[in-house]
């Protein structure tokens, strides 16, 4: 059995889990029995309780697909944790290619991991890389909350852009690579650097993505499926990566970094 | 005696510290089981080029979100993450359908619940969706070389940030040419530079540059879409 999808690593899920209902069901009746003694509605309570779910399917789907993205390489268990809290789909992916780099391992979450080591670095330098704003919240969220507030004008734009902009940074690292990047030349793996395939995953997934905007912007129905463009978008360029490869065969051979 | 909010920040610290703990006790327990503890050389290396980005945008996260998010709604969401794409469009939509304010008590309420209903739905279509695929084996079939998706599943990256990065191009394209020069040049010279060491050059040259033309004025006229977005 692999290592990585074993019991005992489902218990630890599991936990985890349960860990997280716990606190959502404990705020959740907390927030219930105050609203009831403010004398809010129950139907207000009810609907917005409703909406929330609703709103929550979609994206919650889209972070299966990226669990079943890191799972070729790092198992099901780990992804499932780490998408389960605190986790976000640019934060462990680049986390747990940092780690595998780190260790020498060119070809990062493209490969399925088989040794317990790199597993467990991996897992700490997802975990670890992460905990911060669970450091800090106990410490300046009372504080925060009083103050900031009311200070939000020119900072929050600033605040906006940076957020905006390390986003991008991380964003572009990965993107790079897939332009001119070069594969592992030690393992001399076929189709692992910047090349035909790399370009065309990159181009359709944008392309799409920004055809999902378009168009939910120009038809206000469409609006469900916006929550759904991110991971159809990836999908999609995986799709058009199969298709290029079908028709041309040896495009998969093309690569200008190897 | 005590206000609700004084309280929920009581809660709010309990149950943060007490998360901090189980989530660091999982890779523990996962070295303790497989017997394979990480180099400390490589934990750090690999820490050190996500620590230099996540660690203040973590704070930055803090300090943007907590306003909107309500105090237990703040607390919740950074238990289980996903803010920008689920905790606060949620958040936001509540507070707008049901007319409260966030910083009343009201909306508190209403904040706490829509996140709290968030966490559970999520967390359970997570863990669902994690057992259809362990019981049908679904991922390890289509990740293996000998399968015909093989392809695709190596361009993962590109696919995956593709999708992410289209609209933030979109929107923020005066701060993504930067980096991306800065990038290609540095892998036109050096194209084995790995990501952990493009991340750090990536990420400094955004914020310098994007922090230079806030300072210009370059910005001024997108106040709205940015606060919009």
């Known amino acids: ?258 | 005696m005590k206000s609700y909010f004084d309280k929920t920040h009581t809660w709010g610290r309990i149950w943060t510290v007490a998360a901090l703990v189980v989530f660091l006790l999982v890779p523990v327990a996962f070295s303790i089981h497989l017997n394979a503890w990480p180099k400390a050389e490589y934990f750090f290396k690999g820490l050190a080029s996500v620590a230099i980005i996540f660690y203040p945008t973590g704070i930055i996260e803090v300090i943007s979100y907590a306003p909107l998010l309500g105090a237990a709604g703040t607390y919740l969401s950074f238990v289980t993450g996903n803010i920008a794409n689920l905790k606060l469009p949620c958040t936001m939509s509540a507070l707008e359908t049901s007319g409260y304010s966030v910083s009343s008590e009201e909306g508190e309420v209403i904040s706490t619940i829509a996140v709290a209903v968030s966490s559970i739905v999520t967390t359970l279509i997570i863990a669902i969706g994690v057992l259809l695929m362990s019981v049908t084996g679904f991922v390890k079939e289509i990740t293996s070389p000998d399968s015909p998706v093989y392809p695709a599943f190596q361009q993962i990256l590109p696919c995956l940030f593709g999708a992410i990065g289209a609209t933030y191009f979109y929107k923020h394209w005066k701060i993504t040419i930067a980096p991306l020069v800065v990038v290609l040049a540095v892998l036109a010279f050096s194209g084995g530079t790995q990501v952990g060491v493009l991340i750090p050059i990536s990420v400094a040259v955004a914020l310098i540059v994007t922090h230079v033309m806030y300072k210009k004025g370059v910005f001024g006229k997108e106040t709205e879409s940015v606060r919009n977005e």
């Open chain 1, 1 to 258: 059995m692999d290592f990585k999808s074993s019991p005992f690593m489902y218990a630890v899920g599991s936990i985890i889990v349960i860990f997280v209902l716990a606190q959502s069901t404990f705020f959740l009746v907390r927030a219930i029995k105050r609203g009831k003694e403010l004398g809010i509605d129950s139907e207000k309570m009810k609907n917005t309780a409703l909406q929330s779910a609703l709103f929550s399917i979609a994206p919650a789907i889209s972070i299966v697909a990226t669990v079943i993205v890191l799972s070729g390489a790092l198992g099901v268990v780990l992804p499932w944790i780490r998408l389960t809290v605190i986790g976000a789909i640019q934060y462990e992916t680049s986390s747990a290619q940092s780690a595998l780099n780190a260790m020498g391992n060119a070809a990062g979450i493209a490969s399925a991991i088989t040794d317990p080591e790199q597993f467990t670095t991996v897992a700490w330098v997802m975990t670890v890389g992460s905990v911060m704003p669970l450091v800090i919240l106990p410490f300046i969220l009372k504080k925060l909350q009083k103050g900031i507030g009311k200070a939000m004008g020119k900072n929050k734009l600033w605040s906006d852009l940076m957020s905006a902009a390390a986003f991008i940074g991380i964003i572009i690292a990965f993107v790079g690579r897939a332009i001119l990047g070069t594969g592992d030349k030690k393992e001399d793996i076929i189709g692992d650097g910047a090349g035909v395939l790399s370009i065309t995953g990159l181009v359709s997934s944008v392309a799409f993505m920004l055809l999902f905007s378009f168009l939910v912007k120009k038809f206000p129905k469409l609006k469900k499926i916006e929550s759904f463009a991110m991971p159809l978008s990836m999908f999609l360029g995986m799709g058009m990566v199969l298709l290029v490869n079908h028709l041309l065969p040896s495009a998969y051979l093309i690569e200008w970094r190897y």
